[in-house]
């Protein structure tokens, strides 16, 4: 045999070599196998979680698999929200790892896992947060991620068989995934009586994305199934409205705030309130009941002066950092929406004589998203006693108003708002209107149609 053949055998050899390892890679790697509600699911490459030291992290297309959730992601803001059919929800923010929930607080910041492109989420997190049990199960046999969608803690005996079933039927899972077959049936051994198998429930989100304004239906028990256990939902809900506002409140918190927040809870509205974060410390109270009450919460500068404020990029984001830290310490979260002070034009419109160069740029920059409004209650100009004024004000221009997007209505914190406000929340319900809270996750409004 030449030398050459010699050479060309070996370069043979190292390539089918190269090519048979990544297979054996894969097949050494543990693969988790899920079971939700005592049921094994079947095995495929978008489902099996990723689990890092000691936790199992899934993708939204696992957690879908729940049957309980809707996931819905957002690439444009980088965001995925997870809720479920009661109307709570939790939004995670891919970039920095926060996690939103429906009662606007954020929690400590949490690992997320990405390979491939694809976000894997703290399944531990999530479970306890809507009230699963949930369990990663490891041994010789490899591992098994457990979720109970119906309990927060399984009884003893049923967790032990479910875990002596585990043992076995894990490794024929795992193999005959890696082996390229089709799994066995989800659910080779059949779960205890009663126990639904997994399903699958569509449910639109309670987040609405950019543009859409219809509100989620709640599934009941009515509802057609289709003879396993799964309730159908139909994926696109009649709307119970089309029509939203948005109440945005700003140069709070004050003295006025209580009576504000009173209003509006004894009326079901949501608003949104753009505060000032010079005013933080002494409306602590204010300030916590607001977050705490599903109201949403944004930034209005520390010290509303254009001087300050506009002074350059870095004073503009300075000041709303500092906003940003002052919430953080009195009401443990932060906000990512603000309302410029005197709005975003002129200062971040190019051509015009306040034009501030390179502020919007910074802006958006910072991941924040500014709001500004299309319905001007011009509050500022009445006196004390006008309140009604300016209450029918708002009114006549909502009358205006096409609802094909959401009325963004700006008012301040006065002594009058609170005398005023039960004729427009009135109104808005005589039309169908929903008083709606924004999210961290809508499409902003404003005046360079920014939409980050």
Known sequence: MTR?????????????????????????????????????????RDTIPVVQDKAAYGSAALLSSLGTLHC??????????????VGNWMVFALDDGYVYTTDNRNLSKCKLVKQEGTYYLPLAEICKFFGYYYELYTGSFGAAVLIDTTTTEPASTELAALKQRAVAEVPVLVRAYQDGATAPSANPTAPPSGTPTTSRVTLPPVIPSAGSYTSRPTPTASQPTD?????EVSPTPKPMTTKVIYLTIDDGPSQYTHAILDVLDQHGAKATFFMQGCYY????????????????YGLHSYTHSESKF???????????NQCNDLMRAIAVTRSRLVRTPYG????????????????????????FRYWDWDIDSNDWRFKKDQGAEVGQGIINQLKNHDFSSPAIVLFHEKSFTA????????????????FRAITDVDSPYNYQRDRT
Do not use: C
Not at 72 to 85: F, Q, R, V
Not at 421 to 434: H, M, Q
């Open 227 to 231: 003879g396993s256990g799964t309730t």
């Open 419 to 434: 005398g005023f406000l039960p004729a427009v929340l009135a109104y808005g319900k005589s039309i169908g209107a929903e």
């Open 72 to 85: 819905n992601s957002k690439e444009s803001d980088n965001m995925l929200s997870l809720t479920d059919a």
């Open 310 to 320: 506009y002074a350059s990029p870095e004073a503009m984001i300075g000041e709303l």
């Open 4 to 44: 050459s053949t010699k050479l060309l055998g070996l370069l043979l050899a190292v390539v089918l070599l190269a090519s048979l390892l990544p297979s054996a890679l894969a097949a050494s790697k543990p693969v988790p196998v899920v079971y939700i509600n005592s049921a094994a699911i079947a095995v495929a």
């Open 344 to 367: 975003s034009d002129p200062y971040f419109s190019p051509g015009a004589k306040k034009h501030r160069p390179g502020q919007r740029e910074a802006m958006n920059n910072a991941g």
């Open 281 to 296: 410390e002494d409306g602590d109270d204010a300030l916590r009941r607001i977050v705490g009450s599903g109201h949403a």
